[in-house]
């Protein structure tokens, strides 16, 4: 028997694979889903979320398909601290969060990984896109993009540490997607057809203003001014969280060209717009830095840089501030540089480091 892993069982496909492949491979596996969120009792089938009480019930019953331990947590409270009021704070201040970075940093692999040493468990499994390598020259951890370009999630990753990383067991990334359904359906997996869950799992109508809105109160929710880049008045606003950099909807404003949120200047209450050229810039900077392989270069380096999931890498130089602050200059100018957003770094498919993405553009 090798050694006992517990796995995060979300109820999907992915996580009920890794659990069937791990336990083949011989591990001592233990099945925990994590209850997070007060969900509705009947949920239609149109919404798909994951950690609701459906897909706690399927998460059990793959556990009982396979023969593996299975225990449910209930961390709705570190959940709401940790996840929520940081993803509606962030919004209020004019920033776009990613939140299922701060769960996987925070729950799947800050407090799932104590749980799991509680089940005098070594190792935590989820079934991210995505895995574990060891640098062979620095002798430390990094993370290795999924051989599926389009599900690869090492992006959601960057901000793991060692500790953790040594401790993580990615199986999927060596997978493409339509392997990992057809060997659910081999396993006789309940979930091997199961639809994905959507991005942001506790807000199911992607409503993210409305749910702001509840969570805050209306009287937080301030109308202000829409500016140009000269700051002309050009319209009013329905209140900060309500938009993100790139939006063209929801403006209403009459303009010969479209007109974009180019910035959220939340201490003066203001949205700048301009025209599509505006939202491009090359240099921004980046706070918060996690380094999973440590530069060896003291001035600089070039990296491709990620600044948000579904971006395309760009070549970029990498310049250190400081010991968790950069500058980023990109060799092309990207559209829609996001503070709040993670910026991360590669080589290859080798995940160097990342960090978010300040305010103060360059």
């Known amino acids: 028997m090798k050694d006992r892993i517990v796995i995060a069982m979300s109820g999907g496909v992915d996580s009920s694979l890794t659990a069937a492949i791990l336990k083949e491979r011989g591990y001592d596996v233990i099945g925990v889903a994590m209850r997070i969120w007060d969900y509705p ?23 009982e398909k396979l023969k593996i331990p299975f225990y449910v947590l209930n961390l709705k409270d570190e959940f709401k601290k940790k996840v929520v009021d940081y993803f509606v704070s962030e919004y209020m201040i004019g920033r776009t969060p990613n939140p299922c970075i701060v769960c996987n940093q925070k729950l799947k692999f800050g407090i799932l990984m104590k749980r799991a040493s509680d089940l005098n468990a070594s190792l935590v499994a989820t079934g991210h896109y995505a895995e574990v390598v060891k640098d062979n020259n620095s002798m430390r951890y990094t993370i290795k993009r999924g051989i599926d370009k389009r599900k690869d999630q090492s992006y959601f990753l960057f901000n793991l540490t060692q500790d953790q990383l040594k401790r993580i067991v990615l199986p999927l990334g060596r997978y493409l997607k339509s392997e990992v359904r057809e060997l659910a359906r081999r396993y006789g997996l309940k979930t091997s057809e199961k ?74 209450n203001r949205i700048v717009v301009g025209e599509e050229n505006d939202l491009k810039k090359r240099e921004f900077y980046v706070e918060d830095v996690n380094w999973c392989l440590i530069p060896s270069e003291r001035d600089s380096f070039d990296a491709m840089v990620q600044i948000r ?39 290859g498919d080798l995940l160097i480091g990342g960090g978010w993405i300040k305010g103060d553009l360059v």
Do not use: W
């Not at 409503?207 to 509840?214: A, D, E, L, M, T």
């Not at 001014?225 to 939006?247: A, C, M």
């Not at 968790?324 to 993670?342: H, L, N, Y």
């Open 41 to 63: 009792e009947e949920m239609d089938d149109s919404l798909s979320s994951c950690c609701s009480q459906r897909d706690i019930d399927d998460a059990r019953c793959v556990a």
């Open 195 to 268: 639809r994905e869950s959507q991005e942001i799992c506790f807000i199911l109508d992607n409503n993210y203003p409305s749910f702001i809105q509840k969570m805050v109160g209306n009287e937080r929710i301030v109308k202000g001014d829409i500016v140009n880049r000269e700051g002309k008045i050009l319209s009013t606003h329905k209140g900060i969280p309500f938009y993100t950099i790139g939006q063209r909807r929801g403006i209403s404003i009459s303009s010969a060209k479209p007109l974009y949120v180019i910035q959220l200047d939340a201490i003066n």
């Open 309 to 347: 999931y579904k971006h395309s890498p760009a070549e970029a130089s990498i310049i250190p501030i400081g010991e968790d602050k950069v500058k980023v200059e990109f060799k092309e100018a990207q559209r829609a540089i996001t503070p709040g957003q993670a910026a991360v770094f590669y080589r």
